[in-house]
């Protein structure tokens, strides 16, 4: 009896295994199959302003109209597809050789003579720029227009959309899973931190001083670092007044811009600032425009400088 009994739940464990063996074979498959049919031309995709954007085969000639756009295809592999950046690239050196094609304002002519198989637009730049992307669509160029990314997970989907769109979904997914991977370390390090600091973010100088106040991607990296912005009550870009900063007195003031030559130092020396905690501890810190706020992969350098100047303690080790 007793052998009998070994017997049956051995049977049952055998058909267990090779249940769950199948379950796993099926979810491969279906995995594998979703990437293939994700990265099969010809294949249509909706923009971020609900244009319908057919692909025949993989772009060869690709315009990028915004660096966030660039910084993306160059980390996808795409240098020579790239045949057009705009006028203010500044990453990778790459980006700084490829034909110019005008700033916010572009050049449709310029980008009509390139022949493109695809522009990658930004839906940042469409209120100012919808009649000439109109223009390229009526002259038969594929336009596509990259969401405006209001936080990593959306930065995320960016990246894998224009992987998928040019054939690169592997890629894409691979730098995805790489800052993911990066952003988690990060936080670990600044959640073991005692004591939550208050932050000011500076993003021009005076007369006029802007900052980032809520809904704002510099509201999402202090969130994600364990921050508090002391902006966090007012919305979107704000303008600030210096007695206010004062007032509001925070641990650490963090500098975004690099158009004035030792913004630090004179910030440091501005009138009723020396009461302010962060001039006191000297945690006044510039940090890269360009990382802290382009939508691509250099993202998570941002998220890191940023996190070292605010909980520089964290990463002492």
Request: hydrophobic share 40%; with cysteine.
């Amino acid at each position: 009896m007793k052998k009998r009994w070994l017997i049956a739940v051995m049977a049952v464990l055998l058909l267990v295994g090779c249940a769950q063996e199948e379950t796993k074979k099926v979810e491969s498959t279906e995995t594998e199959q979703s990437a293939s049919e994700n990265i099969e031309f010809p294949m249509t995709l909706t923009d971020a302003v609900g244009e319908e954007v057919t692909l025949e085969a993989a772009p060869e000639k690709i315009i990028s109209m915004i660096p966030s756009n660039t910084e993306i295809l160059f980390a996808l592999g795409l240098n020579e597809e790239i045949i057009g950046v705009n006028d203010f690239e500044s990453y990778p050196e790459e980006a700084l050789e490829k034909e110019k094609i005008g700033g916010m304002e572009f050049n449709v002519e310029k980008i009509l003579s390139l022949d493109p198989d695809i522009v990658f637009a930004h839906e940042s730049i469409v209120g100012m720029a919808e009649a000439g992307l109109q223009q390229l669509r009526d002259s038969n160029i594929l336009v596509y227009v990259v969401s405006d990314a209001k936080d990593f997970a959306e930065t995320y989907t960016t990246i894998e959309e224009m992987g998928r769109a040019t054939g690169k979904l592997k890629e894409a997914q691979k730098i995805v899973e790489d800052m993911k991977v990066k952003v988690e370390d990060i936080q670990q390090k600044v959640q073991k931190v005692e004591s939550k600091k208050t932050v000011f973010v500076e993003t021009s100088d005076v007369p006029e001083i802007y900052t980032t106040g809520n809904g704002t991607f510099m509201q999402e990296i202090l969130n994600m670092l364990n921050a508090t912005n002391i902006m966090e009550d007012q919305e979107g870009w704000v303008k600030i007044d210096p007695e206010e900063i004062v007032s509001r007195n925070p641990d650490v003031m963090l500098i975004t811009y690099d158009y004035v030559e030792g913004i630090v130092e004179q910030v440091k020396q501005r009138d009723g600032f020396d009461t302010v905690t962060a001039i006191q501890n000297d945690a006044v810190i510039q940090v890269n425009e360009d990382t802290t706020s382009r939508q691509g992969p250099r993202l998570v350098e941002g998220l890191e400088e940023v996190a070292k100047a605010i909980y520089p303690e964290a990463f002492s080790e």
